[in-house]
Each structure stands twice: as structure tokens, then as C-alpha cells.
């Protein structure tokens, strides 16, 4: 499992869908989806702040250069 | 440091749309950027954009008054709207425009010219 799976399964246990595609093979740029339960009563703009929390030291150390995400609630 | 942070400030809630973004609307340097940019203009929306790339330091300081880590970030009247990804699913939905209509009067469109902001 990647680094990146890894701290998304460890914030996101409950979610039904978690995948994490690394877009250009280059280990920097990421496509994330989540769906989960617990997004449907959240805006869009808190979905993805919580999407951006789990991933917070990859975005902060440089090992994320670009990060896409989609999120859906179940 | 002070300084910049009132500046970035300024922008975020002086500008009907901010969008701080890495280039201008002219050379934009990042595809993230490109689609916020794009979205915001099949809005129709007024844009001040503002470029990240001169300084480390704008960045920094917008990460922390925004509480976004990322680049592009939106802002409506001084409201964070969110990045690319949450500005292009809004504008596909429909609910930027209505965002826009409410916040900024249904006339927002009116007059709109894309212009840049320097704060540093």
C-alpha cells in the first residue's frame, strides 16, 4: 500500500471507495477518490479540507506536487 | 511578513473573485490553475488573479490565513470557494453561478474584465 493509501484508509476507515492514482507515474502527481458516509453532510469545500488533512505531511514535505480529489458521499 | 499577510488580505476581501494561482491568466503555470481559471471564466466571473509564483513567502502566508494547502485557491467576496477541483465540480453543478448571482448581485457578469493584483 502507498504512503498516500495508507494515511487516506487511516482517516477514511469507513470509506466504501478509496483509491489513489498516481497520474503521470512520477510518484508527485495524484488523483485521490474517497467516498464515504460520513461526507454526505458536509459541503464540498469540507469534504475535500478533510481529503487534505489526511494527506497533510505529503503536501507539506513536497512529495505531493500536484493532487487532484474526488469525493462522493455513499 | 506582517506586511504581506495585509496584502493578501486586502485582496481576499477587497476583490469580488480572487484567485491566487501560480502564473497570470495570460501564462498560467499549472494545470491546476488553468482549470480553476477556466471554470471561473464559463462562470462568467469578474477574476483578480494573483500570482504566487514571485515569493515562497505568499504561499506560506496564504496557506495560513486560508487554512488550504493547496494552489489555486478561490475566493468569493472574501469566502474560500476551494481549489480547481471543487471550483470546476460547483461550476458543472450550477451552484458557482448561483454562488456568484447571490454574493455579487445577478449582474455580477456586467462589466467583467480579468485583472491581476500584486502583493509584493
Request: aromatic share 4%; charged share 25%; with cysteine.
Amino acid at each position: 500500500m502507498s504512503r498516500l493509501e495508507e494515511l487516506l484508509r487511516n482517516a477514511f476507515p469507513e470509506a466504501t471507495e478509496l483509491n489513489v492514482v498516481d497520474r503521470t507515474g512520477t510518484g508527485d502527481h495524484f488523483h485521490v477518490t474517497v467516498k464515504s458516509a460520513r461526507f454526505e453532510e458536509l459541503s464540498l469545500l469540507e469534504q475535500h479540507r478533510l481529503v487534505n488533512q489526511a494527506l497533510a505531511e505529503p503536501l507539506a514535505d513536497g512529495t505531493i506536487h500536484e493532487l487532484r480529489i474526488t469525493t462522493r458521499g455513499s | 511578513m506582517e506586511e504581506l499577510r495585509g496584502k493578501i488580505q486586502t485582496v481576499i476581501e477587497g476583490e469580488p473573485v480572487a484567485l491566487f494561482m501560480k502564473g497570470t491568466p495570460e501564462m498560467v503555470m499549472c494545470g491546476n490553475s488553468m482549470r480553476a481559471l477556466e471554470a471561473l471564466r464559463r462562470a462568467g466571473a469578474p477574476v483578480t488573479a494573483v500570482d504566487i509564483l514571485p515569493d515562497p513567502a505568499i504561499r506560506q502566508e496564504l496557506s495560513a490565513l486560508s487554512g488550504w494547502p493547496t494552489i489555486p485557491q478561490v475566493f468569493v467576496r472574501g469566502e474560500l470557494i476551494g481549489g480547481a477541483d471543487v471550483v470546476e465540480e460547483l461550476e458543472a453543478s450550477g451552484e458557482l453561478v448561483q454562488k456568484l448571482e447571490h454574493t455579487l448581485g445577478p449582474d455580477y457578469r456586467d462589466g467583467r474584465a480579468e485583472k491581476t493584483a500584486a502583493v509584493i
